[in-house]
């Protein structure tokens, strides 16, 4: 007997199942924080610099439209044109993108920003993008490390693991001295991320019955898209980034009750030759589910696959449609509601032509935002609706 007709005799998605599902799908939402919360941190707000040149000898060429009623030094942005002759005279070198004088940044939609502390724009604006590449390579390093690990040490030690490594370094993220500790706290978070939901999408699967397995993993899916939703209200709310950070990842220390409640993978203990641990676990099980269980066991494995790259390119670049970021964090969230219900209904009849026709729809939705004129925001987010589900990681 192999491990799926053991759990069709215990019950596919019984009580324990259901049980399971509440410890794995509570994360999805905090995971959701960390990977989207860039939105918001990361973002650029209008920004302006206050000129070391005297006001009378402002170069002509120099914009005044910035100058502030309440103070008359002359300000300029990243590609406000400059006469170079006039700021050879003065003796002060300044170019369009550099900024002697310091920058000043509207506090109309944040009060604070990664970008606001450090200044992170104009030369150092390709900062800021390597910081949100780095995070997303933490992400390729921990689905590469921690799924390994997980094979080795097991599901629930890896869950275990990576929410406490979740809570601390986001944690530390929030007191981060500059943008350097930051991006390599950011990095390590990353990683953590990789390793909660992978290992959770693996545990859950291998606790359900085939004809269950679909729902099961969907389920998880909807929390994520709720967490997504969720974001935008706490970061309206809060717009200091470090309160945001903190907000985000302080909640993670109450997971320290899973030690005690999440049970491990009785498939995983089966295939590591540890079939007494499988057998109690089982049991426990069946008994939950209100079913009996004989002890003749044999085991067989579960391999999952990852694709995420249109998804999150999407979703952190929220702020490029030019509509209310809070309102556009909102609706992309609820958009994932109908998407994930739509997979129900398509992947059971064939599951190669959904990958295939929602990958074409995503993919021709995209194009065809390039003929948009900018100001249509609206218009170029619609297209960004196709039902294209979140890719299991």
């Not at 641990?277 to 009996?292: I, S, V």
Request: include cysteine; hydrophobic fraction near 45%; proline fraction near 4%.
């Amino acid at each position: 007997m192999n491990f799926d007709e053991i759990l069709c005799i215990i019950g596919g998605f019984g009580k324990f199942q259901k049980i399971l599902y509440v410890w794995i799908c509570l994360p999805q939402i905090f995971l959701a924080f960390h990977m989207l919360v860039s939105v918001f941190t990361g973002a650029v707000p209008p920004h302006l610099c206050r000129s070391t040149w005297p006001s009378a000898g402002t170069p002509d060429s120099m914009n005044f439209s910035f100058l502030n009623p309440a103070d008359d030094q002359p300000k300029f942005s990243c590609s406000t044109p400059l006469n170079h002759s006039s700021a050879a005279s003065h003796g002060d070198g300044h170019r369009a993108g550099s900024c002697k004088g310091g920058w000043e940044y509207s506090n109309k939609t944040f009060q604070s920003t990664i970008v606001t502390e450090w200044d992170l724009v104009c030369d150092s604006a390709s900062l800021n993008n390597m910081g949100s590449s780095i995070y997303m390579f933490g992400l390729l390093v921990g689905a590469i490390v921690f799924g390994s690990l997980a094979d080795k040490y097991g599901r629930r030690f890896i869950i275990l693991v990576n929410l406490a490594i979740q809570v601390v370094f986001g944690v530390g993220a929030a007191f981060a001295p500059n943008f350097y500790v930051y991006t390599a706290l950011r990095f390590i978070v990353g990683t953590s991320v990789s390793g909660v939901i992978m290992n959770a999408f693996v545990l859950g699967t291998e606790w359900t019955g085939s004809k269950e397995r679909m729902l099961a993993g969907i389920i998880t899916d909807y929390f994520f898209g709720f967490g997504y939703i969720l974001l935008a209200g706490v970061a309206y709310l809060i717009r200091d980034w470090r309160r945001l950070q903190l907000a985000i990842s302080a909640p993670g220390f109450l997971f320290i009750f899973y030690i005690w409640v999440l049970p491990k993978s009785a498939r995983w203990l089966m295939a590591n030759d540890r079939k007494e641990e499988a057998w109690e676990l089982l049991q426990k099980a069946a008994q939950m589910n209100g079913k009996l269980l004989t002890k003749d066991l044999e085991m067989s494995e579960v391999q999952l696959f990852v694709n995420v790259l249109v998804y999150y390119g999407l979703s952190l670049n929220i702020s490029d449609f030019g509509m209310n970021i809070y309102l556009t964090q909102m609706i992309f969230g609820l958009v994932e509601m109908p998407a994930r219900t739509i997979t129900l209904f398509t992947l059971n009849r064939s599951r190669k032509i959904s990958q295939l026709a929602f990958l074409t729809v995503g993919g021709t939705a995209c194009l065809l935002t390039i003929f948009i004129p900018s100001e249509k925001h609206f218009v170029s987010l619609s297209y960004d609706f196709s039902p294209n589900s979140k890719p299991d990681v």
